[in-house]
């Protein structure tokens, strides 16, 4: 199995300051077919997981153009230019290149 | 809009064999565009992609269950099911139906759209 790794597990960060969580996995993720099935997901508490960002860099219908996402082969980062209050919650990489598809552990984004 | 909804027992015995069914509404799963897809998430196994069944009826498991778990297709209902037998105190978790957005034409997405709420199960006798 691909196993991806976030750093950090945690996150406080100010209202209205930038954030960025880093996810590796153990294997490249371009798939056979050239592109990278690379996903960001935003759980807030309470509520199953949404997906923001899908391919690396593409930002999902309806997501705020403060988050962005970078990254090739095994690194990748998710970006949030400037925090606001309703992004709290848990961030998780995940990878739809290899089955079985596998997520990371997930980062908690917290308002200091 | 598409919206996925689970339901099924909340409790199951060791052993038994848990049944979880998802019903969509505002879309087909007669569609070549995705998976439709079980996940689970447990706080000391985080997120674990189950399995899924496309709309030809061909299916993948995680290899970690395959030999307890199976999903099925009802077409007729607009539904698709989890069955997981032998179950244990570690199938303890919140069940997930979820669909993955494949492709719309020539562009890839391999993205987890849609989630249903969740359903808690407990394995508990």
């Known amino acids: 199995d691909v196993v991806m790794t976030q750093t950090p597990l945690s996150s406080p960060v100010t209202l209205g300051q930038p954030a960025s969580i880093s996810c590796r996995s153990s294997q490249s993720l371009v798939h056979s077919d050239g592109n990278t099935y690379l996903s960001w997901l935003q759980q807030r508490p309470g509520q199953p997981p949404r997906l923001l960002i899908y391919?690396?860099?593409n930002r999902f219908s309806g997501v705020p153009d403060r988050f962005s996402g970078s990254g090739a082969g095994t690194d990748f980062t998710l970006k949030i230019s400037r925090v606001d209050a309703e992004d709290v919650g848990v961030y998780y990489c995940m990878q739809t290149t290899q089955f079985p598809y596998t997520f990371g552990q997930g980062t908690k984004l917290e308002i200091k | 809009q598409v919206q996925l909804q689970e339901s099924g027992p909340g409790l199951v015995k060791p052993s038994q064999t848990l049944s979880l069914t998802c019903a969509v509404s505002g879309g087909s799963v007669n569609s070549g565009n995705y998976y439709w897809s079980w996940i689970r998430q447990s706080p000391g196994k985080g997120l674990e992609w189950i399995g899924h069944i496309y709309f030809t009826g061909s299916t993948y498991y995680n290899p970690s269950l395959k030999s307890r778990v199976s999903v099925s297709l009802d077409t007729s209902e607009n539904q698709f099911s989890l069955r997981l037998i032998s179950v244990n105190a570690a199938d303890t978790a919140v069940y997930y139906c979820?669909?993955?957005?494949?492709?719309?034409?020539?562009?890839?997405?391999?993205?987890?759209?849609?989630w249903g709420q969740g359903t808690t199960v407990t394995v508990s006798s």
């Open positions: 391919r690396i860099s």
């Open positions: 979820a669909r993955v957005l494949l492709w719309l034409g020539h562009y890839y997405y391999f993205g987890v759209d849609v």
